[in-house]
């Protein structure tokens, strides 16, 4: 008797793991720690107008940006979440300078993995009350010894063991893989627990929406800015124009792409000599994203070759990044190669 309780996150991760023989009981602990913080940032989303949680804190994290104090709050509980688990080695986070190594607590051996997150994406939205999010990214530990170094995060996406996201938007849904299928679960507050509403999500192979900045139009290289406005022309038989949406927080605009289909791009611009590679960060941002876009049947690209195949070189190293449904990131990389004399 399937009771009425449904399928809830922890009871798919462990019968995911019987499944998956080589899977431990580690990675269910991992994500159940992981919809925790997601839980407890999602409780101070929804009440950002009223706590004092808006605004900005002052300080300039280590990519100049602003730092909001939603920023701060999200950064300190999955860094908490994270740091007493057992599970992991090292961490990063795109709030925080420097990689940041994992209390041993007297354990006998360090954990096994290592985990990368943006603990809150889009928070130039926070204060409009717009859609925003959380990525995560996880991956085995590989260097040898007990303690975890730099090489456990600047790994290929081609090699995560888990990936996700989660949206704080009409609902709070946490969107995962770990290398079997893209699955979505929505809180149901009430209960205070994660419910599975979508099961393997699978992108459709061409859309007909497209998201960027198009005020960054002047500054793109040639052969994006004739795939934008190839989009853009009237043929009915092609199903163009097509139609443009842009949130302006990654998540939320990946998360509509996932289940609606198109692509989703935000590539390299001249605009800034200091970001010649556009603005998203490969380890935090655009990997996990690529990861569950290619378990969902879709595809990732930098314009040339896919995300998941690049070779970390930097905690904090930026892409130029285009995603979603396979037939039209593959169009944007013929445009690149057509248009584009000097390879980005
Ligand atoms: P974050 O809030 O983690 O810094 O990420 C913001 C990113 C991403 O969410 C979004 O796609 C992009 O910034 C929007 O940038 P523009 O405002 O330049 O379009
Ligand atoms: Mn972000
Ligand atoms: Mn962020």
């Known amino acids: ?185 929505t809180l149901d507050p009430s209960v205070g627990e994660f419910l599975q509403s979508h099961h393997h999500i699978r992108i459709r192979e061409r859309g007909t929406i497209y998201s960027a900045n198009e005020g960054n139009y002047p500054y793109w290289s040639q052969g994006v800015r004739r795939f934008v406005s190839h989009m853009k022309q009237h043929d009915p038989t092609t199903g163009r124009p097509y139609s443009s949406r842009y949130i302006g927080s990654m998540v939320a605009d990946i998360h509509r792409t996932l289940l609606y289909g198109g692509i989703f791009m935000y590539p390299a611009d001249s605009k800034d000599p200091k970001k010649p590679h556009g603005k998203l960060r490969l380890l935090y941002e655009c990997s996990p994203i690529a990861f569950l876009l290619e378990q969902a049947g879709g595809a990732a690209s930098d314009g040339h070759r896919p995300i998941l195949d690049i070779q970390p070189t930097e905690v904090h190293q930026r892409t130029p990044f285009f995603a979603g449904s396979v037939e039209n990131v593959r169009e944007v990389e013929t445009f690149i190669a057509r248009y584009d004399a000097v390879r980005a």
């Open 1 to 185: 008797m399937d009771s009425k309780i449904g399928m809830t996150l922890t009871r798919h991760i462990y019968e995911g793991e019987r499944v998956h023989p080589e899977a431990t009981g580690e990675l269910t602990g991992i994500l159940n720690q992981i919809a925790l913080a997601a839980k407890i940032v999602s409780r101070e989303v929804r009440k950002a107008g009223l706590a004092e949680i808006l605004g900005f804190t002052g300080q300039r994290n280590v990519q100049g940006e602003e730092v909001r104090k939603l920023d701060q709050f999200a950064n300190d509980v999955f860094m908490t979440a994270f740091s007493h688990l057992g599970h992991f080695c090292i961490m990063a986070s795109e709030e925080v300078d420097k990689p940041i190594p994992m209390p041993v607590d007297g354990r006998p051996d360090g954990g096994r993995y290592s985990v990368v997150f943006d603990p809150l994406d889009g928070s130039s939205n926070i204060d409009a009350n717009v859609g925003v999010g959380s990525i995560f990214a996880v991956h085995h530990k590989i260097s040898p010894g007990r303690d975890g170094t730099i090489t456990d995060l600047l790994q290929p996406g081609r090699r995560l063991a888990a990936a996700g996201y989660v949206v704080y938007g009409s609902s709070t849904m946490l969107v995962l893989s770990t290398g079997h299928g893209v699955h979505a679960f």
